[in-house]
Nanobody, 117 residues
Framework: QVQLVESGGGLVQPGGSLRLSCAAS????????MGWYRQAPGKQRELVAV???????NYADSVRGRFTISRDNAKNTVYLQMSSRKSEDTAVYYC???????????WGQGTQVTVSS
């Protein structure tokens, strides 16, 4: 099993920057992809960004060019650097880890990010 713990959420002003971290523990050798999802009030959870073990990344159109996902395999940690924040980025952000081919999945508890002046 893999356990995920997010940190770094909080309040940020529009246009500001914030970095989220997600530390994995447990059977981390089995992790293939790690990613970030978010869920705004009244909306479905959506993919923000994902990074696979080989380093390939994918982003939602709404964040491409503003957010950067990175991964430190030695620390079993994935990061989400968020810049040029907009009010529509306000949501609970969840970390996700998956095994090869989606054979298993694990979620963190979520961290609130609020963009407001």
């Amino acid at each position: 099993q893999v356990q995920l713990v997010e940190s770094g959420g909080g309040l940020v002003q529009p246009g500001g920057s914030l970095r989220l971290s997600c530390a994995a523990s447990g059977t981390t050798f089995s992790i293939d992809a790690m990613g970030w999802y978010r869920q705004a009030p009244g909306k479905q959870r959506e993919l923000v960004a994902v990074i696979i073990s080989g380093g390939g990344t994918n982003y939602a159109d709404s964040v491409r060019g503003r957010f950067t996902i990175s991964r430190d395999n030695a620390k079993n940690t994935v990061y989400l650097q968020m810049s040029s924040r907009k009010s529509e980025d306000t949501a609970v952000y969840y970390c996700n880890a998956e095994g090869v081919g989606g054979s298993w999945g694990s979620w963190g508890q979520g961290t609130q990010v609020t963009v407001s002046s």
